[in-house]
């Protein structure tokens, strides 16, 4: 009987399942039903999820965050180690907040060359190696955490339309902050292969809800080669890692550059920007996916028996060599019912060929 790492990654490299694995996260109301539902505290404990993300956190180099802002900011505000401000929205709102960007503006390339980084400390180095061990123990599969791997974070410390027009005028400044971000997801994503991790977990949002979000021509000269040198860090540490890479909304026009550099997994596949089918039918005999349950209309609209007929559907197209991995295209909002998150839960563990 293989483990449900084994099973895991034997689905992801299209060489059959014994079982289709299934995946999910749960915003905080939801967490709080799954335990009054259950009684339990950890999903992924009990639902048997087969992999787990281990996170590289860096330790901020920044003495006062908010003095990077001029006038003052709500009192929940809250800042990560690049000194990225957050402020909450309304209590509904899960990963919804108001960012506030440090490099916004008119600054001087040498602010873009000198804002404080993130430093990588060899205790969160050292806990990385005994993570990936201890879940490899459990027969679980070992996820590297590394979203925003380039065009997410540097948009995010300089502002979208700021760092979108700097690439479009070529300005130096997004060389400085795209060169500098790519040189610390180097890092991390050797930090993570050495470890062990069987998957490394990259993602930037280049996708709209019907189309893209910047063009192929820009993408490819800009982002392309930095994300291709993140993928290779990772291979020249462990050659057999699965790269996995996540990115919202419609972007059937960069997947088969994905691809090329090195991409194996592709996260979600939200079917209300590019049906399933029309994916599968063009990658799947080259790529994996993850995710493909819609959290825009089936889960939260659906009826269950909807949500258990599209996780049928899904499995059934990609056959008995699998390369599919069955979970919703976002974090599970408030507004799914509980009975549409189990249809999907039922119908991935009780699918049958």
Same mark, same amino acid.
């Given at each position: 009987?293989?483990? =449900? ?15 289709? @694995? ?42 006062? =965050?908010?003095? *990077? ?18 402020? @909450? ?13 440090? *490099? ?11 804002? =404080? ?7 969160? &180095?050292?806990? *990385? ?16 955490? *590394? ?24 300005? @130096? ?7 500098? &971000? ?15 991790c069987d998957i490394l977990s990259l993602g930037d949002d280049i996708g709209m809800q019907s189309s893209i979000i910047m063009s192929v021509e820009l993408w490819r000269t800009w982002l392309k080669p930095r994300l291709a040198s993140v993928v ?67 889960? @939260?609209?659906?009826? =269950? ?5 599209? &996780? ?14 069955i979970a919703p295209t976002h974090v599970l909002e408030p507004e799914v019912p509980w009975e549409n998150f189990m249809a999907m839960v039922e119908a991935a563990r009780g699918f049958r060929f």
């Open positions: 009987m293989p483990t =449900p790492r084994e099973n895991l990654l034997r689905t992801l490299k299209r060489e059959g399942f014994d079982s289709a @694995p299934l995946d999910f996260e749960l915003c905080p109301s939801q967490l709080e039903r799954f335990k009054s539902e259950t009684g339990a505290q950890d999903p992924a404990d009990h639902f048997a999820l087969p992999a787990r993300s281990l996170w590289l956190e860096g330790t901020s180099t920044l003495a006062d =965050p908010a003095a *990077l802002y001029e006038g003052s900011l709500p009192q929940a505000t809250s800042f990560d180690a690049f000194g990225i401000a957050r402020v @909450p929205g309304g209590e509904g709102s899960y990963h919804f907040t108001r960012m506030l960007h440090p *490099l916004k503006g008119e600054i001087s390339e040498r602010c873009v060359a000198e804002h =404080p980084f993130p430093r990588i400390d060899e205790a969160a &180095v050292e806990g *990385l190696d005994s993570g990936c061990a201890a879940l490899r123990a459990r027969g679980l599969a070992a996820v590297g955490a *590394l979203a925003c791997t380039v065009w997410e974070t540097a948009w995010y410390l300089r502002g979208m339309e700021d760092l979108m027009a700097d690439m479009m005028t070529g300005d @130096p400044r997004a060389t400085i902050l795209l060169d500098r &971000v790519t040189e610390l997801a180097r890092r991390k994503a050797g930090l993570y292969a050495r470890a062990g290779a860090a990772a291979k020249a540490a462990k050659p057999d890692i699965l790269i996995f890479y996540h990115s919202c909304g419609y972007i059937l026009p960069f997947i088969e550059e994905l691809m090329e550099i090195g991409v194996d997994i592709l996260n979600p596949v939200q079917p209300e920007s590019m049906p399933f089918e029309e994916v599968w039918s063009a990658f799947g005999d080259r790529l994996s996916f993850w995710g493909t349950v819609g959290t825009q209309t089936t889960l @939260p609209f659906g009826k =269950p028996e909807d949500v258990r007929r599209a &996780v049928d559907a899904n499995l059934r197209r990609c056959g008995e060599r699998g390369g599919i991995v």
